[in-house]
């Protein structure tokens, strides 16, 4: 049994146009299905939101940095 086979599946719908679109998208690339190149897209959407939610805006020093600038400016106490 290969280790699609044992994967769970679940039926998503979306329009006919937008398959249409997708089929024609993945056309001479690697990808053998319309559901194979959704799937990846949404990993890489997810893969993206992951990583940015723990990078910092800001290290703690520049941190640091801001909030003396806007205590000089008067905007903190």
């Known amino acids: 049994m290969s280790p699609k086979s044992k994967r769970k599946y679940t039926t998503v719908s979306i329009p006919k146009t937008l398959f249409g679109k997708i089929k024609a998208r993945i056309e001479d690339t690697g990808f053998s299905s319309v559901s194979d190149y959704v799937t990846y897209v949404l990993r890489e959407i997810f893969a ?8 910092k805006a800001f290290s703690s020093e520049d941190e ?5 600038r806007l205590r000089a400016l ?3 106490d």
Request: aromatic share 6%; glycine share 6%.
């Open 48 to 55: 993206e939101e992951s990583q940015q939610s723990t990078e």
């Open 64 to 68: 640091k940095r801001i909030k003396a």
């Open 74 to 76: 008067g905007y903190l």
